[in-house]
């Protein structure tokens, strides 16, 4: 295969895995399970923790498992049925996952913030920074019960996880990508933050039916 039917075919790669990212789960599960248009309630972002708040903990539950099996099956499926592919290959497709749902196609070109796709993006890539992130996202929700300020930390921790762990130079480089882009996300959250403005998480959305 030549250089060009190599470009041809990232960008293919590329282009299937941000599809698959708009897939606005947070949308589809909010709307069918409760007859809710999250774009209209809440923060009208397009993320679990606007269902949670706006429709109700079974769809929030449902979108999250969305947009967090949409990264997963889809770098599994690269992985497992398509071995030729090089490992920047896949580097690209996860990013593109990523991209495609914070700036969905099937939404206008908005979305949600990544947490939840990131999260299905490191598990595959690298599970043992999946589970300190995992860790660190709880303890900071134990401590401050704040879903944006946990899921920041998240970001700004994960391309220090990964150098911890001794993860190969270009996948640093992708957390990298996508701990900035998860940032720039929650930049209005951060605002809040800083101005002791944030909402917490309200125990009761979990007792919504």
């Known amino acids: 295969m030549n250089t060009f039917n190599y470009i041809l075919r ?5 282009g299937v895995a941000y599809v698959i990212g708009s897939l606005p789960f947070s949308y589809i599960f909010a709307k069918m399970v409760k007859g809710v248009d999250i774009t209209k309630e809440g923060s009208k972002n397009m993320g679990a923790t606007n269902v949670l708040r706006t429709a109700g903990p079974v769809p929030a539950a449902l979108a999250f498992a969305g947009d967090f099996l949409k990264a997963v099956l889809l770098l599994l499926v690269l992985i497992r049925f398509f071995p030729a592919l090089s490992r920047e290959t896949v580097l690209i497709a996860a990013v593109a996952v990523v991209l495609g749902h914070d700036f969905s196609v099937f939404a206008g070109f908005k979305g949600g913030k990544g947490v939840a796709t990131t999260f299905g993006v490191v598990l595959v890539l690298s599970w043992p920074v999946a589970l300190v992130e995992l860790s660190i996202w709880l303890v900071i929700m134990v401590l401050r019960d704040t879903v944006s300020l946990a899921s920041v930390v998240g970001f700004v921790t994960l391309p220090i996880a ?3 762990l001794k993860q190969p130079p270009k996948l640093v480089l992708i957390y990298v990508l996508l701990s900035v ?3 720039v996300r929650h930049a209005a959250n951060i605002h809040r933050l800083r101005a002791g403005e944030e909402p917490k998480l ?4 979990f007792r919504r039916r």
């Open 10 to 14: 990232d960008l293919a790669v590329f």
């Open 162 to 164: 990964a150098l911890i």
């Open 181 to 183: 882009l998860g940032i």
């Open 202 to 205: 309200d125990r009761s959305y």
